[in-house]
């Protein structure tokens, strides 16, 4: 029973040891059913001043880094009907204003590049401040029919839920 305990403690703590990770995740519904996934190659630029304050931000996503749990899902979703990525390897985001909301929290309007099209978003980041590190978190949601990402079928839901937590050192 002690190894078994001692075993379950070494797991719990391995799954939880890395803290300080950037992440960019997202949940869609596929027949009913949540979807969850992430991308395991990107780039988050926040130019923040002196004061702390939020100047720009930008992020770049390869697409083919995709990760959803079945291998087979994640080569579809590269192919041309979803992500394109043999013609579109990226998704740029870039900001073009920024509005504070309060202290610490902003609205940003971006503009977002996904498969050769550009859309306007507008999406909420907080910025708070760790030691020497900047964590900027943000939650929003896209329609991918926007961007023409998997086609006009009902079966996949049009609603992403996206979620970045970003750490940036200063």
Do not use: W
């Not at 995740?25 to 969850?36: A, M």
């Not at 697409?63 to 080569?75: H, L, N, P």
């Not at 390897?89 to 900001?95: A, D, E, H």
């Not at 999406?123 to 760790?130: A, S």
């Amino acid at each position: 029973m002690p190894r078994l305990l001692l075993l379950f403690l070494c797991l719990f703590s391995f799954g939880f040891a890395n803290t300080q990770e950037s992440s960019i995740d997202f949940v869609i519904k596929n027949l009913g059913v949540n979807v969850d996934g992430h991308f395991n190659t990107f780039n988050i630029v926040a130019e923040i001043s002196n004061e702390g304050q939020l100047k720009s931000i930008t992020s770049s996503i390869t697409v083919s880094s995709i990760e959803t749990g079945i291998d087979s899902r994640d080569e579809h979703i590269l192919e041309e009907d979803y992500f394109d990525a043999k013609n579109h390897s990226s998704i740029v985001m870039k900001s073009t204003k920024i509005k504070v909301l309060k202290s610490n929290n902003y609205e940003v309007t971006a503009s977002l590049s996904i498969k050769g099209k550009t859309k306007t978003i507008k999406i909420p980041v907080t910025i708070k401040q760790e030691e020497n590190t900047y964590v900027i978190t943000s939650y929003f949601e896209i329609n991918r029919k926007d961007f023409d990402v998997g086609g006009g079928g009902f079966i996949l839901g049009k609603t992403v839920k996206i979620n970045v937590k970003h750490y940036q050192d200063y």
